[in-house]
């Protein structure tokens, strides 16, 4: 079943001569349960498209269809709670709060939608990512992979349509790197959660279902 639609996306930043073509005209489909890669060099477009499939940013022209809903007819405070709710979202530098112990940052997305923390939702979670005995602990008092960990629990714990992976391993030593993979693909299968992933890796891309290769702006193969 199609969870994700992405029609002729381009995106244009700046006119005359400065203007820059950052997406020129993207299309492809991603099917439920399915763990994609996205690969390209650095300024290939790849987080940009990453950025837009999730809201974080609007296109120029085209269309993003999560689960049926075409996101940019949303106004910005819907677009906002829509992400909250249905985009995981991962980053190169883990963003986590530093005040917030584990247990805290992976819960904080429900907290602010005002939803109840479920203890044993949460005791699952640490399981799943190897944190169980971290759970008090500070981001400055955890490893790399482990604050990557905590961060891919805060995208996983509301159960989001879609996961979006921004070069999640960037910023980790090659083991960390291994067990952060690792993981993705177990919540891809355990969870038959929906994973786009970024990285100009081409060894971790070949942990997904499918890599989409893009080049100035444009998909140049899929496979």
């Known amino acids: 079943m199609e969870i994700l639609r992405v029609e002729n996306l381009t995106k244009i930043y700046g006119k005359g001569s400065t203007k820059v073509v950052a997406l020129n005209n993207v299309s492809?489909?991603?099917?439920?349960?399915?763990f994609v890669a996205i690969v390209g060099a650095s300024g290939s477009g790849k987080s940009t498209l990453l950025h837009l499939?999730?809201?974080?940013?609007?296109?120029?022209?085209?269309k993003v269809y999560i689960d049926n809903q075409d996101i940019f007819n949303f106004n910005d405070d819907k677009l906002a709670i829509f992400r909250r709710r249905q985009?995981?979202?991962?980053?190169?530098?883990?963003?986590?709060?530093?005040?917030?112990?584990?247990?805290?940052?992976?819960t904080l997305p429900l907290v602010l939608d005002n939803r109840e923390v479920n203890n044993q939702d949460i005791n699952d979670m640490l399981n799943l990512l190897g944190l169980e005995d971290r759970r008090n602990h500070l981001p400055n008092e955890l490893s790399g992979g482990q604050q990557q960990r905590t961060s891919i629990g805060r995208a996983l714990i509301t159960n989001p349509t879609i996961i979006l992976a921004d070069e999640p391993t960037g910023n980790l030593d090659s083991k960390s790197s291994d067990e952060i993979v690792a993981l993705l693909k177990k919540s891809n299968k355990q969870l038959k959660q929906t994973i786009i992933m970024i990285t100009h890796n081409m060894e971790i891309a070949k942990c997904a279902d499918r890599i989409i290769h893009i080049e100035d702006g444009r998909i140049v193969e899929e496979a």
């Open 87 to 106: 985009v995981g979202l991962i980053y190169q530098f883990y963003n986590l709060i530093p005040i917030l112990n584990v247990e805290e940052n992976i």
């Open 53 to 62: 499939i999730g809201g974080v940013d609007r296109p120029t022209s085209g």
């Open 28 to 34: 492809f489909s991603v099917n439920k349960g399915e």
